[in-house]
């Protein structure tokens, strides 16, 4: 968080430029802090989004293709077309997969950012305590990173494509 501090700070305006001074600076360090953190919270809102979007459409892909695997319909599809619908279903999983490390990754950038102004408050309680209070990720009893687990969801989607067509073409 540290190394966000030097290109966060306006080395040109200080409490000095402030009517209140320091009252003023720091209320506008504040009110600067709470729209960080509220973008960070509408990132992640938007995180959510994005895979209920994905898990719903892999889910009812899934769905028609156990109904339409179990039909027996696979058998009249070329192989061409099977090996063509696979690496579609394939590129979507992997569009998820690089669509939750973006978001990971924007939020990561944004956390830095809040962790430095609250460098400037009172209280350092969202990024620094709260944050060691949940033993910074590293054990999963105490608390585990949701993006650690959102990860694997589109790999397993992936692997039970693969897994589906292999079964599919060896009826």
């Not at 190394?3 to 600067?32: C, I, T």
């Not at 990024?127 to 209070?133: K, N, S, T």
Request: aromatic share 12%.
């Amino acid at each position: 968080m540290v190394e966000n501090s030097d290109s966060l700070w306006n080395d040109g305006v200080g409490a000095e430029d402030y009517r209140d001074a320091k009252a003023a600076y720091h209320a506008a360090v504040f009110e600067q802090y709470k729209l960080c953190v509220e973008m960070a919270d509408r990132v992640s809102s938007r995180r959510n989004l994005a895979n209920t979007f994905f898990l719903t459409l892999h889910t009812g892909l899934v769905a028609f293709l156990g109904t339409w695997l179990s039909q027996g319909h696979h058998r009249d599809m070329p192989a061409v077309l099977a090996v063509a619908a696979l690496l579609v279903l394939l590129g979507m999983c992997v569009a998820w997969w690089f669509t939750v490390r973006s978001y990971h990754q924007l939020n990561r950038g944004k956390f830095e950012v809040i962790g430095a102004l609250e460098e400037r408050l009172p209280a350092r309680t969202f990024v620094a305590a709260e944050w060691r209070a949940l033993g910074e990720g590293r054990d999963w009893r105490v608390y585990l990173p949701l993006n650690r687990v959102e990860r694997w969801i589109p790999l397993l989607f992936a692997g039970a494509y693969v897994l589906g067509f292999v079964a599919a073409a060896a009826v």
